[in-house]
């Protein structure tokens, strides 16, 4: 180092990049710096400062160009002081940059001052600053719309939990209903089965209900439902269950029975306790495997033996016995009339209009089939569907329902011009027989029609077993552009995930819903609307079912469901009355509007 002339050290300091100043103090006579004179900067420093200090000038006076805010003075009075170097950062207004600026005392008393500008890094850090706020934002956003998204999943769960607390509960006695036995009583058998147990079913039917709710009205009438149920809820226990089974019926199930004799017991005891409150009831019981392995048959023969009690008096028990299977035999006879009925093509179908609130034209109809038999008379498909579904006639039946149907689309677009929907009422498992998709898409190629105008309906029924090929089923379906609406939906096995499952286009909310909508702060109500925004959302076209009366269609209308079906709009008809209908005459349209019964089951 010391082998360098300072000729050399004048260069490095002139051509360095380092923005270089030197200044002398100015001292009083007490020898206090007051001031510092710039004595020499370097060609970094003047272009850095854009000129604007000078030589021999003062530091109060050259200085101040740079930047104002800066204690000049006093920064190189500390460098004297501490012999450190004093650092600082500032923004210049003047130069519109920012520095980072070092001064430190050399030996021979000068004050070195070496400026960086750091306008560059500033920025940067701004940046970063910047930076770091948006992504603090963001995440604080995040946070939220998690939280939203929780809270929207919180109450679709909540939803779903009071949906099925409804479609299992009867909502006067808190019992458990006639859906959670259908599902409680497969188990049970599977169970009795099993470990080779009796199991015992009592029907219980309050006497005289009908004449209490007649001549003391319906509060009566439920406090009395209140009154048995209360008794009967004691007996409740791991191996005895009790269902409200509807209107005035109850059921008993008794599991893990020993003996025959357990349940005379048990029915024994709870006579005795019902009639401790001054209620008379007619009760039957069956037995399995004993009487029956069949469910159904459990049911009708504890239900045979109820009405002879009522037939010998009321307010017994009795057991079923075999001596009753005569009965039996005469219901059965249904199924062979069935038969004979498809055979010779007794049925028919009657079409009950459906109407877009939201327009008030014509929706479209649903084909609903109508039996009657010479004998028996009017017969409710929901007492032969069920019949036929065992039989599998129900398939041949379905075929001809959909050809029907079909046909009466096809003719009422070429005379009326009619555009709206045929909704068929499918089967699961009418749906599940191998050449359904075939079927249909040939019959909709037969009548040349669109099939965006056929809806088949299906129950949520259809998931119960099997529930991926029932999907990709549908999906078919929906392929080859026919509706597909789910029917009844709020009864039974109702789940919003349900909703997403199926490859659905509507959804139907069942009438036991709508019967309940117009009451005080009715849950049904609630749930109705929110599952109505829901599907709306979802895309789904929706149809209220069994809509009665005016007020029921103004709740509808407050919570936006598009569609109705029901008294109120018109009663199922047969084909003739709804071509005057279509053809507008007013006095078939009179009929629908006064929802007149153009059909009365006997059954
Ligand atoms: P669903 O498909 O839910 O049909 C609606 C039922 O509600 C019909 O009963 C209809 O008459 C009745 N209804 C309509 N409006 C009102 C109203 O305002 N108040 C009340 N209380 N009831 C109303 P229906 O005709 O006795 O049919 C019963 C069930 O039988 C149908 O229920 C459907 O599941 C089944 N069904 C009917 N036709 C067919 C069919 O062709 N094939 C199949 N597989 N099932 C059918
Ligand atoms: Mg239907
Ligand atoms: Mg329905």
Redesign the pocket.
Do not use: C, H, M, W
């Given at each position: 180092m010391g082998m360098l002339d300072s000729l050399i050290y004048e260069n490095i300091v002139t051509y360095t990049s380092e923005a270089l100043l030197v200044a002398s103090p100015v001292c009083n006579t007490g020898m206090q710096i007051l001031d510092f004179s710039p004595i020499y900067m370097n060609q970094a420093y003047e272009i850095m400062t854009n000129k604007r200090v000078e030589i021999d000038s003062l530091f109060s006076k050259s200085m101040v160009h740079v930047s104002a805010s800066v204690p000049w003075i006093q920064m190189g009075q500390e460098a004297f002081e501490t012999g450190k170097h004093i650092e600082h950062s500032f923004f210049s207004q003047v130069l519109n940059s920012w520095f980072f600026v070092s001064l430190v005392k050399l030996p021979q008393d000068f004050l070195l001052v070496t400026l960086h500008d750091i306008s560059k890094d500033k920025e940067h850090e701004q940046q970063l600053r910047r930076q770091n706020l948006r992504l603090a934002a963001l995440s604080e956003e995040l946070v939220l719309s998690r939280q939203n998204l929780r809270n929207k999943l919180d109450k679709i769960e909540n939803l779903n939990i009071r949906l099925e607390h409804l479609a299992f509960h009867d909502p006067l006695t808190g019992l458990p209903n006639r859906s959670r036995f259908n599902e409680i009583i497969e188990l049970s058998i599977q169970k009795s089965k099993k470990e080779h147990g009796i199991l015992g079913l009592m029907l219980i039917d309050i006497d005289n209900l009908k004449d209490v709710n007649d001549s003391r009205g319906h509060s009566a009438g439920d406090e009395l439902l209140c009154r048995v149920s209360k008794q009967l809820k004691n007996f409740v226990r791991e191996t005895i269950q009790v269902f409200r089974f509807g209107g005035d019926e109850f059921l008993v199930l008794a599991t893990e029975l020993e003996t025959k004799d357990s349940m005379v017991t048990i029915s024994d005891a709870i006579m005795e306790s019902v009639n401790s409150v001054n209620v008379s009831i007619s009760a039957g019981i069956s037995l399995f495997p004993d009487d029956t392995d069949s469910i159904e048959e459990l049911l009708k023969f504890a239900d045979m033996a109820m009405y002879d009690v009522k037939k010998k008096g009321k307010n017994n028990v009795f057991f079923f016995m075999h001596l009753m299977q005569d009965k039996l035999l005469k219901r059965l006879n249904l199924e062979t009339k069935l038969n004979e009925a498809m055979l010779n093509g007794s049925f028919k179908?009657?079409y009950?209009p459906q109407v877009d609130i939201t327009t008030n034209k014509l929706r479209g109809f649903?084909?609903?089939?109508?039996w009657y038999d010479d004998e028996i008379g009017w017969i409710?498909?929901?007492q032969f569907?069920p019949l036929a579904e065992e039989s599998r006639l129900?398939i041949p039946?379905?075929d001809w329902?959909m050809d029907t149907a079909c046909a009466t689309l096809r003719n009422w677009k070429d005379t009326y011009n009619f555009e709206g929907i045929m909704s068929?009422?499918?089967?699961p498992i009418?749906l599940k027989k191998p050449s359904f998709i075939y079927d249909l898409d040939e019959t909709i190629k037969k009548y040349s029609l669109d099939p965006r105008k056929i809806e088949i309906?299906v129950?949520e029924g259809v998931l119960i077993e099997n529930m991926e090929e029932t999907v990709r089923l549908l999906q078919d379906v929906k392929n080859l552009g026919v509706g597909i609406s789910l029917?009844?939906f709020g009864t039974g096995y109702s789940s919003l995930s349900y909703l997403q499952i199926l490859p659905l286009t509507t959804l139907?909310i069942?009438?036991s819903f709508i019967a309940n909508i117009t009451s005080k702060n009715s849950v049904e109500a609630e749930i109705t609307d929110s599952i109505i925004s829901l599907v709306t959302k979802m895309g789904l076209d929706t149809i209220a079912?069994?809509?009665?009366n005016a007020e029921q269609l103004g709740v509808l209308q407050q919570i936006n469901c598009r569609n109705t079906?029901?008294?109120?709009m018109g009663?199922?008809m047969p084909v003739d009355i709804c071509e005057k209908m279509l053809s507008g005459d007013e006095s078939a349209i009179l009929r629908i509007e006064n929802g007149q019964d153009p059909i009365r089951y006997s059954i």
């Open positions: 179908l009657y009950q649903e084909a609903l089939l109508r409710s498909p929901e569907i129900v039946l379905g329902v068929i009422n499918v089967s009418q309906e129950t029917d009844d139907k069942d009438k079912e069994g809509v009665e079906q029901g008294f109120l009663k199922p």
